[in-house]
């Protein structure tokens, strides 16, 4: 290494990685993946994993992702609810990898829910 | 990618209770469950609160387990990691509160520290070199070669207000700017990690936790005074320590941030390791300085000092490993980072390793100033058993008592100086109502008699001279002239001693003799050990009062010295009796006591 922006671009990549590690903060966006034995059975898993990927290649270092119990409606499993402070609960049922990213994408970076995936669309 | 990460302490107290083998049962226990790629397990440095060992952390969610034994791993592993439900039974309790999981910085332990030297301490995996750049590692060390000369490093350093955290309390940037002015074709810098103070581990805990950071300070060090060499010199009994150290400086080389011409300016700096072979004198500098040179350790007269003559007789900046661990914070952050924290003449933060007779055993930092009653009261949890504080030794065997008149005292080094402690190299032992002074300051006594180079005369006779006066006085064998005598001895023998080990020696007994006089004059005088410790001076006796005669306490007599008849009042034969005391735990009718 003979550079600071080479140190500058280990610690960029290895921060991310590293973000699990914070305390979670009050103004942090939560994202609960429910992960009873419905949710795992449903594959909540790879949708678990697909966000944890999607938010660390885009750095964001303000949105927590934890699993969570049983929400009550196993039938909607893999279910997904991001909390923003000071907004109410998006509820996102019937997941897979390919919808948590777009969530990731609309949602949580442009701040648009994704309408055709919450549970109010889906248990019409 | 890992959606979730296990740190596990791996500093020596959760080594010794068995971390490696749980960090191996998670390890095989994910593989079994198919998380492998998922959760990421972590063996990091020393958490501090180390008598709830061994510490768990599971992130994202922050869960503090503690005392987690092997056979917990698959419960963690099965309801956590896979299934999102914290296994509240190993939480520590304190977190563990009725709506939600109380973050750990907010437990009585954690609330009023504050980690500047520990920052990185059981948060990163110490063997992981891109973890400490990911926490601006090696940043301070590329902005000073960077942007900033020698003189502004020294500068900031010197407007921070650090001092030194080896027990000196010399400030650090005048000892930098002293080395920096003398003109050499060689220089060293070297660390000072030989920590020999019963009781201490403060310096270890960084080394293990933290290695990198060392690393760094050194290299500054090195730029700001015109050294290209440094020497690590850690005892050989901090196994866990080296090895980190070692694979830390080895792993600096290949990212090219030790060796030639770091972050191409020109500047070169190359770290050594030298191992101590378990003598305290080489915590002095100077001895210090000899047995790196693979000499016999052993003290020289100052002046010339370090600064002038140190290493293979070239001028050279030693300071302690905590010292070195504030360096990178400082530099990244500004002097007003650090002068803002602590009181007007103590800047800063300090470590304290907390032991004896207190709830919370472990590692504390805490913002100077702060008062040696919070720390036992809050941070510590107080006194085990319901007992009374009766007093701290600060600084070890080089230190002084703090009685509890002075609990109020701010912990910084010129308060402490005025009552007759130090604030020393952080050890901070408690003593409760069952503790002697003159015992304890006859135990500290017999280690620097043990630890006495010899060199100087001073020290190596009058030290023996000294205990030989203590175990009179704790035999019940004293006179009054005696404690007039130690106290005379004392002083000679701090005013002589060529170097710090003899200068200091005597300070556990001049400080304990100050505020305990009366304890010393009870064993001399009423030939009583008021706190029942001295053996020669309590007797063990049953009140045949209360003695119902079951027997049970001459059953457990490990040497036969009680004797009776069932049913009538049992004696101890005071000729055979070793006064051990067992006989006062077995008793349920209260009937024994020491006198």
């Known amino acids: 290494m003979k550079s600071v922006e080479e140190l500058l671009a280990i610690k960029n990549k290895v921060k991310g990685q590293m973000n699990v590690r914070s305390e979670n903060g009050e103004d942090n966006i939560r994202v609960l993946v429910g992960m009873a034995t419905c949710g795992i059975a449903a594959g909540a898993r790879p949708v678990l994993n697909a966000l944890v990927e999607e938010v660390a290649k885009r750095n964001l270092s303000n949105v927590y992702i934890a699993q969570t119990g049983c929400i009550g409606v196993c039938q909607y499993e893999p279910i997904v609810e991001i909390v923003e402070p000071g907004k109410e609960k998006v509820t996102y049922c019937k997941m897979t990898p390919e919808k948590a990213i777009r969530v990731v994408t609309d949602h949580i970076v442009n701040g648009k829910p994704v309408a055709e995936y919450t549970i109010g669309a889906v248990a019409k | ?595």
């Open chain 2, 1 to 595: 990618m890992y959606r979730a990460h296990v740190l596990v302490c791996g500093g020596t107290g959760c080594t010794s209770s068995h971390s490696p083998e749980i960090i191996d049962a998670l390890n095989e226990e994910l593989k079994a469950k198919g998380l492998e790629n998922e959760v990421q397990v972590v063996r990091t440095g020393c958490f501090g609160l180390c008598s709830n060992g061994p510490i768990m952390i599971v992130y994202p969610e922050g869960c503090f387990y503690s005392q987690v034994k092997v056979e917990d791993v698959p419960e963690i592993v099965e309801e956590h990691l896979l299934k999102g439900r914290i296994v509240k039974r190993l939480l520590y309790s304190e977190t563990l509160t009725q709506e939600e999981i109380k973050p750990l910085n907010q437990t009585n332990f954690y609330k009023k520290q504050r980690r500047v030297a520990l920052r990185n301490c059981g948060v990163i995996d110490p063997e992981n070199i891109e973890e400490y750049i990911a926490v601006d590692g090696y940043q301070a060390l590329a902005k000073c070669l960077t942007e900033l000369t020698p003189e502004d490093v020294i500068k900031i350093v010197s407007d921070s207000g650090l001092r030194g955290r080896g027990g000196g309390g010399f400030p650090t940037g005048r000892k930098w700017s002293f080395t920096a002015a003398n003109k050499a074709d060689q220089k060293y810098v070297v660390c000072n990690a030989d920590e020999g103070d019963p009781g201490a581990f403060m310096d270890r805990s960084v080394l293990e936790g933290d290695p990198h950071c060392i690393i760094e300070a050194m290299a500054i060090c090195g730029y700001a005074t015109g050294a290209t060499e440094g020497y690590v010199y850690v005892r050989a009994e901090y196994p866990i320590a080296v090895k980190r150290l070692e694979k830390a400086i080895e792993d600096a080389k290949a990212y090219g941030l030790l060796g030639k011409n770091i972050f191409d300016s020109g500047f070169d700096f190359d770290l050594h390791v030298r191992l101590g072979a378990g003598a305290f004198v080489c915590g002095e500098e100077t001895a210090l300085m000899t047995s790196i040179e693979g000499n016999r350790g052993e003290p020289r007269p100052r002046p010339p000092y370090p600064a002038v003559s140190g290493l293979f007789a070239k001028p050279t900046t030693e300071n302690n490993v905590e010292t070195f661990a504030n360096i990178p914070q400082i530099v990244l952050n500004g002097p007003e980072f650090f002068n803002t924290i602590g009181t007007e003449t103590s800047k800063g933060t300090k470590v304290f390793a907390l032991g004896g007779k207190i709830n919370n055993t472990g590692l504390v930092e805490i913002p100077m100033g702060t008062t040696l009653r919070e720390i036992v009261e809050d941070i510590g949890g107080g006194i085990p058993n319901g007992r009374k504080f009766k007093a701290a030794q600060t600084g070890g065997p080089s230190g002084g008592c703090i009685p509890e008149k002075f609990l109020d005292t701010p912990m910084d080094y010129d308060s402490l100086l005025k009552i007759g402690a130090m604030v020393g190299s952080g050890g901070l032992i408690i003593m409760d109502d069952t503790s002697c002074m003159v015992d304890i300051a006859k135990f500290f006594l017999k280690f620097t008699v043990d630890e006495s180079c010899g060199k100087c005369t001073p020290c190596r006779v009058g030290t023996r001279r000294l205990l030989e006066i203590l175990e009179k006085i704790t035999d019940g064998k004293g006179t009054m002239e005696d404690l007039d005598t130690m106290e005379a001895l004392c002083y000679y023998i701090k005013d002589n001693s060529l170097c710090g080990l003899g200068q200091t020696a005597p300070n556990p007994v001049l400080s304990s003799y100050r505020h305990f006089k009366e304890e010393y004059i009870a064993h001399v005088r009423d030939k009583k050990c008021p706190a029942g410790v001295c053996k020669n001076l309590v007797q063990i006796t049953i009140d045949p009062e209360k003695c119902k005669g079951c027997s049970a306490c001459s059953r457990k007599c490990p040497v036969g010295a009680i004797s009776g008849k069932i049913k009538e009042p049992f004696v101890i034969d005071q000729s055979k009796c070793i006064k051990c005391g067992v006989c006062i735990e077995t008793c349920r009718f209260d009937a024994i006591s020491r006198k």
